[in-house]
């Protein structure tokens, strides 16, 4: 077989659904960057659109094209704030959103769509201390400004970042700040569309910050930073074969030690260059690693090497051919396995 991601399709619907009955009304935007965190951001996006999701979010420009080219009767809000005239005139002829956080993005965006004839669409973001990019929200007053003067930009949004990750205290600063940064737009009678701020984590911590729209990214995959205690399902289990087995007397030495009994050892062709026992941005877990084979749980042998792994099955009937699963966070799960979505 080829060695696949399998991608539960329920579960990421089961998860998007689950945010929403939480939200109290405010809308959930699908943050599809880096390839919808491993998923595959064209047949999630399809499978979001069929669902009623209309408006997206991603990170690169060519994320945003690949979408729009892919599904019809959708809105890409980009994240990334580019500034240069290629990629403007880009922006504008496919009526991406995009993000401003200069004066000098802004000018250069209303200046390539008025020689377009057309009006660029963008959100403006604000940094709110644990961003890449954004207004400074000190400078909000001399933007609100400069936005005012800048007829062929269409202002739909306003917008920072709120991990969740944060203390309530540090959060409700971060959230208080937004909200002057607003004033600011406001009283130069900035119409500025909807507000959003929130991760799905800080949409599920903190209620006051939901504003008009939560970004769901990483947690489509079932996963947050913290502790789930909202029930959210984990997506993405890698599926590949036991290539041959051996037995290994008493002592044989192995990656990450020795074995202290002989042990029937079946070799699979992954390891962690497939994403296997990879958490988040700590590398290779050090706790004990299984697999599953037949609904019974196998336990790894030492150290999953970069593209092998062993496996446990003294005590298990099978052979070279048998399928066996690990689950895997799938933004660790490299862009070349084949996906399939069940």
């Known amino acids: 077989m080829i060695t696949t991601l399998l991608v539960q399709t329920d579960r990421i619907l089961h998860n998007i659904e689950l945010l929403q009955k939480h939200m109290d009304g405010a809308g959930v935007i699908p943050d599809l960057s880096a390839n919808a965190c491993g998923l595959g951001d064209v047949a999630v996006g399809q499978m979001l659109a069929r669902a009623g999701c209309r408006l997206f979010a991603v990170s690169r420009l060519e994320e945003a094209e690949r979408l729009l080219n892919a599904i019809a009767g959708i809105q890409v809000l980009l994240l990334t704030p580019y500034s240069s ?189 497939d994403g296997l026992f990879i958490e988040g941005g700590r590398g290779i877990s050090k706790r004990k690693r299984y697999c599953e084979f037949q609904g019974k749980r196998l336990q790894v042998l030492g150290r999953p090497g970069y593209t092998s792994t062993m496996v446990d099955v003294t005590d298990v009937p099978c052979n070279a051919g048998d399928q066996i699963s690990f689950e895997v966070r799938p933004y660790a799960v490299h862009s070349g396995m084949r996906r399939e979505y069940v």
């Not at 991990?163 to 009283?187: I, N, S, V």
């Not at 929130?198 to 970004?215: E, H, I, Q, T, Y």
């Not at 789930?228 to 007397?249: A, C, F």
């Open 85 to 273: 005239e290629a990629e403007a005139v880009r922006i504008v002829q496919r009526d991406i959103i995009a993000t401003v956080g200069s004066n000098e993005a802004a000018v250069l965006l209303s200046g390539v769509a008025g020689r377009m004839g057309k009006k660029a669409r963008c959100h403006v973001r604000f940094d709110l201390g644990n961003g890449t990019s954004g207004y400074l929200p000190a400078d909000a007053a001399k933007a609100a400004k400069a936005l005012k003067f800048l007829p062929n930009l269409s202002i739909d949004g306003v917008y920072g970042i709120l991990t969740g990750e944060e203390k309530e205290k540090q959060a409700r600063m971060q959230y208080e700040t937004f909200q002057k940064a607003l004033q600011a737009l406001g009283r130069e009678k900035i119409r500025y569309g909807m507000t959003h701020i929130a991760s799905a984590l800080a949409g599920l911590k903190f209620p006051w910050a939901r504003m008009d729209a939560v970004r769901m990214g990483v947690s489509l995959t079932g996963r947050l930073p913290v502790r789930d205690k909202w029930g959210l399902k984990k997506v993405g289990r890698v599926v590949t074969e036991i290539v041959d087995i051996r037995w290994l007397p008493k002592g044989s030495r192995i990656p990450g030690g020795k074995i202290h009994r002989a042990t029937r050892a079946a070799t699979l062709p992954v390891g962690y260059a």
